[in-house]
């Protein structure tokens, strides 16, 4: 049986990406907004309140934390070219996905965050050179350069849409 929690698989590291990759990856982010939106697409209360999975969010709280954690990460980098290696405090996920907001506000609140912080971050991601996505923030688990975290949010975007596109899926939305 495929792990519901990892759709797509873990994120792994590629050392030395290529040009190439890198611009799939941010081809991925770009995209992100969109098919998050056509995941949801058409889908009644009762379904963006339905976990993807047992003991998992619900679609609304997925979409909530896509908004907060590429939030964040926007942070990060802006933090990661204006200052040395700067410390970056994480947030808790699961605390934030519990609050009134992850969990009764409307997807479209989100939705149309993603596509702003989405636009302006493309802006910002496609003016890095090899120099400025080699840059780095420090949290908890030990430094993080910026073209490893371009990686994982491509992959986090797909892996959390496939969270969506499964379920619905699954149960034939």
């Known amino acids: 049986m495929t792990d519901l929690r990892f759709p797509v698989g873990k994120p792994t590291k590629v050392e030395n990406p290529e040009s190439a990759q890198i611009e799939d990856w941010l081809k991925d982010i770009e995209e992100t907004p969109a098919r998050l939106r056509q995941a949801v697409q058409g889908l009644a209360a009762a379904q963006l309140d339905t976990p993807y ?11 909530h934390h896509v908004a907060d954690s590429h939030m964040h990460s926007y942070a990060r980098f802006r933090f990661a070219l204006t200052e040395p290696e700067p410390t970056i405090h994480s947030y808790d996920e699961a605390a934030w996905a519990e609050l009134p907001d992850a969990k009764s506000a ?15 971050w493309m802006v910002l991601l496609r003016s890095l050179d090899s120099a400025a996505m080699a840059k780095v923030f420090v949290p908890e688990r030990g430094p993080v350069s910026l073209v490893d975290t371009i990686s994982l949010y491509a992959w986090h975007g797909r892996h959390h849409t496939a969270h969506i596109t499964a379920l619905r899926q699954r149960l034939s939305w």
């Open 53 to 63: 999975r047992e003991g998992g969010w619900t679609v609304r709280q997925v979409i």
């Open 106 to 120: 409307p997807v479209e609140v989100s939705l149309a965050l993603l596509d702003a912080l989405h636009n302006r």
